[in-house]
T-cell receptor, first 111, second 112 residues
Framework: SQQGEEDPQALSIQEGENATMNCSYK?????LQWYRQNSGRGLVHLIL?????REKHSGRLRVTLDTSKKSSSLLITASRAADTASYFC???????????FGKGTKLSVIP | GAVVSQHPSRVICKSGTSVKIECRSL??????MFWYRQFPKQSLMLMAT?????????EQGVEKDKFLINHASLTLSTLTVTSAHPEDSSFYIC????????FGSGTRLTVV
């Protein structure tokens, strides 16, 4: 069943600007992950944050996790046209490799 | 890193025919493979979990007789869409369970 809810559903920004996407979930988790999907393609794993972590960085990506609010955010700094894609959060429970995906945010970065 | 190879990437078939989609783990042994379906502009929905050497586990609402899953070896899982209909047209994607986060590249199925 769907657990994550991303907002906004669509986001359009100019190249160089920062993009922030949010994700909320409903049940307790072991970790939360963010994926990127280019149109009609497979998913690329971006970053994983564990339930006992609050913030994580990877290059231009910054992910936060607030387990008390059951929410996470993905920040992409200094966006590029190549960042144009759909971004999904996915949660995983303890002891399970099963992932539950959110509805995704479609990001468009205008050159 | 762990790689899952999925074929075909695109397939067009006539209504009533069957289509087989393969996912191979290239550099690891996948005792578990997850199969997802994604309709246009929607998220991924888990269809079933295949386990090597045993029966697949299907999610509620997914017809096991229509979506046949075989996981006969540690490196190969297949999904066969039987008697395909236009409403089965979708993007199907697999994920290797052992390493958790390795997806195949997906299969775009169009049933005409």
């Amino acid at each position: 069943s769907q657990q994550g809810e991303e907002d906004p559903q669509a986001l359009s920004i100019q190249e160089g600007e920062n993009a922030t996407m949010n994700c909320s979930y409903k049940t307790s988790i072991n970790n939360l992950q963010w994926y990127r999907q280019n149109s009609g393609r497979g998913l690329v794993h971006l970053i994983l944050i564990r339930s006992n972590e609050r913030e994580k960085h990877s290059g231009r990506l910054r992910v936060t996790l607030d387990t008390s609010k059951k929410s996470s955010s993905l920040l992409i700094t200094a966006s590029r046209a190549a960042d144009t894609a759909s971004y999904f959060c996915a949660t995983s429970g303890a002891g399970s490799y099963q992932l539950t995906f959110g509805k995704g945010t479609k990001l468009s970065v205008i050159p | 890193g762990a790689v899952v190879s999925q074929h075909p990437s695109r397939v067009i078939c006539k209504s009533g025919t069957s289509v087989k989609i393969e996912c191979r783990s290239l550099d690891f042994q996948a005792t578990t493979m997850f199969w997802y379906r994604q309709f246009p502009k929607q998220s991924l929905m888990l269809m079933a979990t295949s386990n090597e050497g045993s029966k697949a586990t299907y999610e509620q609402g997914v017809e096991k007789d229509k979506f046949l899953i075989n996981h006969a070896s540690l490196t190969l899982s297949t999904l066969t869409v039987t008697s395909a209909h236009p409403e089965d047209s979708s993007f199907y994607i697999c994920r290797g369970g052992n390493y958790g986060y390795t997806f195949g590249s997906g299969t775009r199925l169009t049933v005409v």
